[in-house]
């Protein structure tokens, strides 16, 4: 197998990663470009300090949301439940269904940490001395690993930031109907969140009226990927470059409740048995 430029690249992701289809997909592009590729997951053990930060993140967002928010939020949780495991599913199909080089990783190589940003983490991947990591759902990053990486970190944040912010960027546009926010971005990570330089782009557009979520997820996994690994390359070979944000309104958004998915649901049902408006009806 033919290899681009030498790079040292450090996938970040946590447990179960051998059978995420995201992670497999993202994996196997980027490892078809470049051979010295090595995986760090976190895998939390019950006795890391890092387990009260979930407590925290909860009432930080609980915060955030506001008591109307955070009340709609869990009111609506069987709902939102049953749709975004039904999402999933498809979003696995869909991803399994993508062409994609073979190549597999090999889970007895990678390196397990107890913790996202503690000094195991820290060691682990300073260790490797990475040229790039690769946010690939281990979690929020902080600056001790972030900064580790020769040329830096970068995600793949689903959504065009930083126009649309956060978690469930997809859901959000098509609550919203906000087509611009629609695709996939290449960032390097910062101290924010999804606010990092941007290297590439990869918007898209729905299809057809009514396509739903997991589509559009994976049509934005596949073009984001294609982006990301053009990215790397030209990494490789020592080019610097940002990418103007587009023009709009920026926000950020997180979880999004189960009645809004509903709602969705059935605007996107109505859709689908629209018919174009025909010129010549009375």
């Given at each position: ?61 609980a915060r955030y949301m506001g008591l109307t928010g955070t009340l709609e939020i869990f009111s609506s949780y069987p709902i939102q439940y049953l749709i975004h495991r039904r999402d999933q599913r498809e979003v696995r199909a ?189």
């Amino acid at each position: 197998m033919e290899h681009g430029p030498s790079m040292r690249i450090v996938f970040f992701t946590s447990e179960g990663f051998e059978s995420d289809e995201l992670f497999l997909y993202l994996y196997a592009n980027v490892a078809a470009s470049f051979s010295d590729v090595h995986i760090v997951a976190v895998h939390p053990r019950s006795d890391t300090k890092e387990r009260p930060s979930l407590l925290k993140r909860y009432l930080r967002k609980a915060r955030y949301m506001g008591l109307t928010g955070t009340l709609e939020i869990f009111s609506s949780y069987p709902i939102q439940y049953l749709i975004h495991r039904r999402d999933q599913r498809e979003v696995r199909a869909g991803l399994r269904a993508l062409p994609r080089p073979p190549v597999n990783p090999h889970p007895e190589t990678a390196i397990h940490v107890g913790t996202v940003n503690g000094p195991e983490a820290v060691r682990a991947i300073r260790g490797l001395e990475p040229d790039v990591i690769i946010q690939a759902g281990a979690g929020i990053l902080r600056k001790q690993v972030f900064q580790i990486a020769r040329i830096g970190t970068l995600n793949l944040h689903h959504g065009i930031a930083p126009l649309i912010k956060g978690m469930h960027s997809i859901y959000w546009a098509l609550w919203e109907e906000e087509p611009k926010w629609l695709g996939a971005t290449v960032h390097f990570i910062d101290e924010g969140i999804d606010t990092g330089l941007v290297l590439a782009y990869a918007p898209i557009r729905p299809s057809f009226l009514g396509e739903r979520f997991a589509s559009l997820f994976v049509r934005a996994t596949e073009l984001g990927v294609e982006r990301l690994v053009d990215v790397l390359l030209r990494l490789a070979r020592e080019e610097r470059w940002t990418v103007a944000a587009p023009s709009g309104k920026r926000t950020y958004r997180s979880t999004i409740s189960g009645w809004k998915l509903g709602l969705m649901e059935a605007r996107a049902a109505m859709r689908r048995f629209e018919r174009p408006a025909d010129p010549t009806d009375p």
